[in-house]
C-alpha cells in the first residue's frame, strides 16, 4: 500500500484539530485538538520510520508521546486553576492580553 | 641630596593629602604639618643646592626616571624630574618663599575656621608647582600645570562664601583654561613633528624641524604662558584674583604661579630658538603687558589691585627678557627671583596693613601708618626700593640688566623694547612710589572705629627675611655675573651684544625716570591731601581704574559671541534634534495605537495569526519548491 | 492486502470522530471521538512494525491522557455545554480558510507523490529481535541522554501540575486536642457521646443507652437513624424530631459543637 496515505490521513486529522483550537472555546476541547495534532504528528513519524527503515522514527514518536503527556498533565492543571478561580474555561474569557 | 630631589614633590603632596584626609581632626596641627612640610622642601633644596655647586659646571644636570608612566607606544612618556640650574633656581625660590609665607599664614589664618584646609591647600600648591619646575617633560610639566591653576582656583575661591570671590575663581580657572589650549596644542605639535614631549629628545629634535612648525610651537607655548602669567591678552583674571587670603596673593599670584610662564619660555629655549618671530611676539606681549599693567596700577585705589598691577607689569619685564631671546633668559630668571623676594615681601606687607587696619584694602583709607607700623613700613620700604631699581637693591641689579638687554640688536627693535622698557621703569616709579606714600605718609584718613596696629612677630618675621632678600640678593647674585654664569649650562653662552645707548647712559636716563616718578608721586600724594574719594578724572585714568577695559572687551569678543552660539544651541537642540527625537516617539506612539487593535487578548485570534502565517510561510515553501 | 482493508475501514472512521471535535457540543462526546481517534491510530501503529507504539498509545492515550481529560471534565462540570455560536468576527471564516488551505496545501502537495512499495524499507530487519527490543536498543543506546532529560521533564510537569492546582489551607488543623478544647469551651459533654444501647437480648445501633435511672439516653442514638424513624421502640424515649437534613459544613458534621 502506498505510505502517502498515512500522510494524507495524518494531514486531515492535523488540519481537523487545528481547526478544533480555533473554533472551540472551551478549554479542554481545543486541548484535546492540540492533542490531535501532536497525534497526527506521531503517525507521520511511524509512517516515515517505515518508509526508510529507521528504527530511530519510532523512538522520536514516542519522545513526541511523552512531551505530550507532561504537557497534558501541566495543561489540565492550568485548566483547574483557572476553572478554579473564573467559574469558567472559556478561552475568550481571559483576554487580560488585550493591548 | 639630588637623588632625593623627588621628596621635593612628595612631602608637600603627602602633607596636603594627610591633612584634607584628617579633615576635622588636623584643625589643631594641620598648620604646623604644612609648615613642617615646606621647611623640609627647604633643607633638600638647599641640599640639593650646595651639592649641585660642588660638580663640575656641565654635569650640573641632576635626571632621574621614576616611573614609566604612559608607556603608549609611540607616545611613551616616563615621569621623571630634572634638576638643573634653571629648575634649582625654581625650587629655592618656591620653597623658602613658600615656607616664609607658609609661616606668615599661621598668624594671617589664625582666626579663620578653616586653617588646615588652606595650608593642605598651600603644600598642594607648592607641591604642583615644584612638579611644575622639576618636571622632565612637557606632559609631567602639564600635570603640575594643572595642579598649580587648580590650588590657585581652590585658593582664590577660599572664602567662596562671597560669591564674586567665587565668581572671581572661576574666572580664573577658566582664563587659565585657554592658556592650558595652548599648551596641549604644543605639546601636540612637539609630539607630530618632534616624535616626543620629553625636553631631551623635543630639544634634540628641534633643529632639525621647520621654522613654521617652531613658530607655531612658540605661539602655543606663548599662549600657555599668556593664560599662566596673566599676559597681555589673557591678563584679565589676575586682578580679581586678589580676592584670595593676602599670602595666597604673595605666594601664587606675585611670586611664582604666575611665573611659570615665564618658565616655560625659558626652559623651552631651543624651541623658540628656531623661532625667531614667535621669540617676537613673547616680547611684543611682554612690552604690551609691562606698559598696560603700570598704567592699571597707576589708577588703583585697592592696595592689593595695585600690587596686583606691578606683578603684570613686572612679569611683563620678564617675558620682555625671555623674548630678547638667549640674551634675556638669565635676566628674566634673574628679575624673576628677586621680584619673587620684593614682591612677596610687599604683599605681605599690604596683608599685614590689612590685618592691622580690619580688611580695609583702600588706599584713601590708609594714610601715615609708618609711625604705627614701622616693621611694615621698613620692610615695604626696602621691597619698594628694590622694585623702583634704586641702587644698591636687588631690582636694580636685575631690572637694569633687562633694560640694557632691550636695547641690544639692530634695527627698529632695540629702540621700541628699550624704550618702553625704560618708560616702564619711569611708570613703575610713579604707581608704587604712589602706593607707598598713600599708605605710609600723609595725613591718616582712616575711620575712628579703626586702630593701626603692628602685626605679631610671625607675620613681621617673614617680612623682614623678604626684605632682607629684597635689598641684598641681587647684589649678591649680581656680583661678576654669577647668576649668568650659574644658568649658563641652561641657556647657553651668548656672545654679549653691545646696546644700541651707552650703557652708562641707559643706566642714568633710567634712574633719572625713577627719579621722576617718585617726585610726580611725591608731589601728588604726599605734599597735597588725598581725597577719601575718587577724584574726577581724565578718559585714561577713568579706563585705568577699569582695568583698560579689559573685561568689556572679553565680554564683547568672547562672552557675548559664545552667549549667542550658546542660545542657539539651545535653540537648535530643543527644535531640531529634541524635535526630531520627540516626533519620533510621538510617531511611534501613534503607530502603537493603530498596531494595539490588533491586540485582541483573544487567545484564538493569535492562534488563527499563527495558522495563517504557518499557511502563508508553506504556500512559499511550496511555491519555491517547483 | 489486509493493510488496505484495515486502513479504508479505519481511516473513514477516525476522520468522522476527529469531527466530533468541531461539532459535538458536549465536551465529553468529543474526548470520546478523540479515544477512536487514538485507538485507530493504535491499530495504524501496529500495522505499521510498531507494536510497542500501538500499545503505548492505547495504554497512555487512551487509558491515560483521555481519562485525564474526563476527569478534569467532571472536575470543572460535564454539564458545561458550550453555544457553537462564533463570538469572534470573522474568526470562523478565517479558521476555516486557513486550516483548509493548510490541509489543500500539503495534500495538494503531498498528493503527487508516489513512494514506491518496492522502496519502503520496512522495519522487518530492524525489529528482528522484537520491536520494543529494537527500540530500547535505540533509546537507551544513542537517545539516552534524550531520555534523561525527558524523564527530567515528566518530573517537573508533575511537580508543576502539583504547584498549579495546591490550594493553600485557609483555616487552622482540626486535630484531637482542638475539637476536646471546643467542646469544653461549648460547656458540652467533654468524654464521648454515650454508646447505643446493650441489652442483654438485644445489642444494636438502634437501641438507646439508659442512663443509671433507667431512662433511654437521646444522644446514644444516631441522629440518622432517628431521622428516619428506624430507631427501636423505647418507651420514654421523646418522639423524634422532624430533623431537617444537615446543611454541609465541614466544621459541624461532628455535631459536637453548636
Redesign the interface.
Known sequence: MNPMNYVILATVLFSVG?TA???R?NAII?FMGIELMLNASNLLLVTFARVNGAIAGQVDAFAVLVVAAAEVVVGLAIIIALSRSRQNIS??E?????? | MLHLSWLIIAVPLASAAVILLAGRAARKWGHWLAVAASATTVIVGIGAFVQMLGLDRGDRAFHETLFRWIPGGELSVDAGILVDPLSMSFVLLVSVVGTLIHVYSVAYMEHDPRRSTFFAYLNLFIAAMFLLVLADSYLLLFVGWEGVGLASYLLIGFWNQKSEFATAANKAFIVNRIGDMGLILAMALMFAHLGSVDFAHAFAAAPGASTGVLTAIGLALLLAACGKSAQFPLQSWLGDAMAGPTPVSALIHAATMVTAGVYLVVRSGPIFAGAPNALLAVAAVGAITLVMGAIIGMAKDDIKKALAASTMSQIGYMMLAAGLGPVGYAFAIFHLLTHGFFKAGMFLGAGSVMHGMDDQVNMRRFGGLATLMKFTWVTFGLGWLAILGVPPFSGFWSKDKIIEAAFIGDGWKPWVFGLTAMLGAGLTAYYMSRLFFMTFYGGKRWTDDQHPHESPLMMTVPMMILAAGSAVLGLVLARGNAFTAWLEPVTGTVAHGEPVLAVPLIMTLTLILVALGVAAAYFQYVSRPVPITEPRASVLTLAARRDLFQDTVNGALVQWPGEVLTRIAVYADAAAIDGAVNKTASGTAGLGEV???????????Y??TM??G??IL??IV?KG?R | MREEVMFWTLGPVMVLASLTLLFARKAVHVAMGVVVVMIGLAVIYVAQDAPFLGVVQIVVYTGAVMMLFLFVLMLVGVDQRESLRET?RG?RV??IL??G??AA??IG?LGKVVIDPAHVGGLTQANAAGNPQAIAGVMFGSFVLVMEALGVLLTIAAVGAIVLTFVPRMSPTLNQRTRSDARIQGGLDPVNKPMPGVYARHNALDTPALDPLGNPLEASISRVLRARKQELEVPGLPQAPEIEPPAFDGNEREGGTP
Open positions: 487545528a483550537v480555533l473554533l472555546r481545543a478561552l475568550d481571559p483576554s487580560e492580553m488585550k493591548g | 498596531v494595539r487593535k490588533l491586540q485582541t487578548g483573544k487567545v484564538r485570534s492562534a488563527a495558522l495563517v504557518v499557511v508553506l504556500a511550496v519548491g | 469572534i474568526q478565517i479558521s486557513a486550516a488551505g493548510l496545501l500539503l502537495f
